[in-house]
C-alpha cells in the first residue's frame, strides 16, 4: 500500500516503528538467552572444576587444592598407588576394598546378563516350537480337509455312477 496523504505516511511511519522495535525487542532477548546460558554453562564448569575432595581421579583428599595450603606440589601429595622399594606398584588397602568391590559388582553383572540372555534364548525357543506346533496342527488340518473333500468328491462320483 502506498501512502499518499501525510497522515496515511505518519501513520505507515508508525506500523513501521512498532514493527522494528518488535523484532528488536526479539533479538535482544535472543541474545540475553544466549549470555545467560553462556553464563550458566560457565558457572557449571567452574562447580565441578571445584567439587570437593577426592573428587579428581588419583588425588586423595582435593590434594591439589590442599597442596597449595600446605605447601606442597601436587606431585608430593599423597596418591592411592604407592610403588615398594621393588618398584612394584602397591595399592592402599582402601583402594584394594574399592576394586574388590568394583569386580563383585560387574561379576554380578555379567551373571546377570547371562542369565537374562539365557531366558530370553530359552523363551525364544520355545516361542518358535509353539509356532512350529501351529503351523503343523495347521498342516494336518489342511490335509484332513483335504482328506474329506476328496471323500466327498468320490463318493459324489459312485452316487453318479449308481444314477
Known amino acids: ?7 496515511e ?3 505507515m511511519a508508525k506500523q513501521e516503528n512498532k514493527a522494528n522495535k518488535r523484532l528488536m525487542t526479539k533479538r535482544h532477548h535472543i541474545m540475553i538467552g544466549r549470555l545467560t546460558s553462556a553464563v550458566v554453562l560457565h558457572c557449571v564448569c567452574l562447580l565441578f572444576l571445584t567439587v570437593p575432595g577426592g573428587a579428581l581421579p588419583g588425588v ?7 597442596s597449595v595450603k600446605e605447601g ?4 608430593e601429595a599423597s596418591a592411592p598407588v604407592m610403588q615398594d622399594e621393588n618398584q612394584r606398584v602397591k595399592f592402599k588397602e582402601y583402594e584394594i576394598g574399592r576394586l574388590k568391590e568394583e569386580i ?7 551373571e546377570k546378563h547371562r542369565l537374562e540372555t539365557e531366558s530370553e534364548r530359552k523363551s525364544q525357543a ?3 516350537e509353539a509356532e512350529r506346533s501351529r503351523q503343523a496342527e495347521e498342516e494336518a488340518e489342511r490335509s484332513r480337509q ?3 473333500e476328496a471323500e466327498m468328491k468320490r463318493q459324489a462320483e459312485e452316487e453318479a455312477e449308481r444314477k
Open 72 to 75: 606442597t606440589t601436587p606431585a
Open 104 to 110: 563383585a559388582r560387574l561379576q554380578k553383572m555379567t
Open 1 to 7: 500500500m502506498i501512502a499518499t496523504t501525510p497522515y
Open 9 to 11: 505516511q505518519g501513520k
Open 146 to 148: 483335504a482328506e474329506e
Open 126 to 128: 520355545a516361542e518358535e
Open 60 to 66: 586423595e583428599d582435593g590434594g591439589i587444592w590442599n
